[in-house]
């Protein structure tokens, strides 16, 4: 070992891998490593395993080997290396300008001491977009990842394997590409709906500062909940709904409210979470001005006009966040299964529900029918039917425009189920799963809930739910995060150092203004550009409101 050697290369690490400096520090030199010179004199780590010794690069020319294996990686955006060995394949990629970061992937720390220990890292580690994670769990990797990997910032994310040193391991690097696979599957779903909603989530939240700092509304606890979803199952059920409706507190979403007004039936309470206009059209009778609607702070403004009485939650939205901590407090909606009857559930959680019983939650189409009748969509195409085109055909277009739909066949009908219809139900059934509460799935044509069969939860007492004081008045929240925006620094190093450097509150700050610059980012020739185009936006509305209030 060459401790000179070895203190150089943790000297440069400790910057942008302090933990994994602390690791390989109080670990000891692996008796697998040992080290051969190539034919052009470049030191090659070789790798003892069950089948005998493996150099990990080529034993005649690695340098050109490295250079051939890097030329692949040239577009903008992060690498993940799986496995570091004497570092020939990973030395080129640091002369590619779109590089944003390279993480490298090991899980002992022996093996990454040995290897420090006898090569000079300094020109990769020296570089501030190269990290270092060594752990023997792959899954702590989906943490690490999602604190290190932004999309509007860090572009594309590709991997790239050493496969002497992958097939030494297969199980642990096999399961940090599945922990990968499935993050990236998460982030990308999320970056897609940013990219979509991301300044109409800030719009509608900024819009809505007003009425929040206003409302007082406290939902009483609930003991028994139904939750009425607007799927076609629900007009049959309805009968078993009005049988246990005095022993239950009714929550709707907001498209199946109609279908309830249409049948006399008046929920105690209403949530609404989609921030696009179509909402108005669930409230085209009008609202019962004694039913609390509850809202996300990103839902349209036009909704606290139309309820005299309404509360906000806030979710997953950055700003929403942002809010809530810096404004005030109000209270959380788990909305992550994307539709609103996952929220609505949520609700019932946060209201102390312990027996919830879902009706018209049919996530498919049961004999090609969308929505019960009574609900938005039904007079949404009458007034668009003609004689050529009329109701039933545009019913049967809305539901076949889905190219991820399937048929499954029943006795004595059929129904179509679609690949959003499935992670819907998915969530669902996990969320409900989680909660200390007997959830209960009315039966009607839709698909079947797996729900875990359980006895209805202990009470621990009773819960209100309201919004908690405001921190400060609405013109000091606005003038605050105005000069915050101003004064957010420029990302002038690599990203993972950016991120890094920032405050609790400057990664709050960020946080807010990334759904924003999603949208921006694909008109934009970099994650920074996007930013910065956020930043000048953001401002911009800022400075509107806070000179017309």
């Known amino acids: 070992m060459n401790s000179i050697v070895l203190n150089k290369n943790l000297l440069c690490l400790a910057t942008t891998s302090p933990e994994a400096v602390t690791q390989i520090s109080h670990s000891k030199d692996s008796v697998d490593i040992s080290f051969i010179t190539a034919r052009d004199g470049h030191l090659i780590p070789v790798l003892q395993g069950a089948q005998g010794e493996k150099p990990l690069h080529s034993r005649f020319d690695p340098v050109k080997e490295g250079f051939r294996f890097s030329n692949q990686y040239t577009s903008k955006g992060t690498v993940l290396a799986y496995g570091m060995g004497g570092a020939f394949h990973l030395l080129p990629m640091l002369s590619n300008p779109n590089l944003t970061s390279l993480i490298i992937i090991e899980t002992e720390p022996e093996i990454m001491r040995a290897l420090l220990s006898r090569i000079d890292f300094s020109p990769l580690l020296l570089d501030k977009r190269v990290t270092l994670w060594i752990s023997d769990n792959p899954n702590d990797f989906r943490s690490y990842l999602l604190s290190k990997y932004i999309p509007v910032l860090s572009g594309d994310l590709q991997s790239l394997s050493l496969r002497t040193r992958v097939e030494s391991n297969t199980h ?8 990968v696979k499935e993050a990236i599957s998460t982030i990308t779903d999320d970056y897609t709906v940013q990219t979509h909603f991301g300044k109409k989530w800030f719009v509608n939240t900024l819009t809505n500062l007003k009425a929040s700092e206003e409302t007082t509304l406290t939902l009483n606890p609930a003991n028994s909940v139904q939750i009425t979803a607007a799927g076609p199952s629900l007009e049959k059920q309805l009968d078993h709904l009005i049988l246990y409706r005095n022993e239950s507190t009714l929550i709707a979403t907001d498209t199946s409210l109609p279908v309830l007004l249409n049948h006399g039936i008046k929920p105690d309470m209403v949530i609404s979470i989609d921030c696009q206009h179509i909402s108005y059209h669930h409230f085209m009778q009008g609202y019962p001005e004694d039913i609390p609607l509850v809202l996300d702070l990103a839902s ?10 309404h509360l906000f939650f806030t979710s997953d ?3 929403s966040n942002y809010v809530s901590r810096k404004f005030r407090s109000f209270p959380r909606i788990d909305t992550s299964g994307g539709n609103v009857t996952h929220a609505a559930l949520s609700l019932a959680e946060s209201l102390g529900a312990k027996k919830i019983s879902l009706y018209g939650t049919d996530f498919s189409y049961p004999y090609g029918k969308p929505y019960s009748r009574g609900s938005y969509i039904f007079p949404y195409f009458q007034k668009s039917s003609t004689r050529t085109n009329g109701i039933e055909s545009q019913f049967l277009g809305f539901v076949l425009h889905n190219k991820s739909l399937n048929r499954e066949d029943l006795s004595g009908g059929f129904r179509y189920i679609s690949k959003p219809m499935i992670h819907y139900k998915t969530s669902l059934e996990n969320k409900a799963n989680s909660m200390n509460a007997f959830v209960e799935n009315i039966r009607g ?5 797996n729900l875990v069969n359980k006895k209805p939860g202990k009470s621990y007492g009773f819960r209100m739910m309201s919004a908690g004081q405001s921190f400060q ?5 606005l003038n605050d995060f105005a000069r915050e925006i101003r004064e957010f620094p420029e990302i002038e190093n690599s990203l993972s150092e950016f991120l890094d450097s920032l405050s609790l509150d400057q990664k709050g700050t960020l946080m807010s203004m990334l759904p924003a610059a999603a949208h921006f980012r694909k008109n934009c020739d970099s994650g920074e550009d996007a930013l910065n185009r956020a930043r000048k936006w953001t401002l911009s509305l800022l400075d509107r409101k806070v000179f017309y209030e």
Request: net charge positive.
């Open 473 to 477: 008045s609405r013109s000091d929240f």
């Open 172 to 179: 642990f690097f096999h399961r940090v590409a599945m922990v």
């Open 317 to 319: 939205h950055p700003f």
């Open 445 to 449: 044509d839709g698909v079947s809930l």
């Open 300 to 309: 349209p403004p036009f909704l606290t006009r139309i309820a005299k009485k």
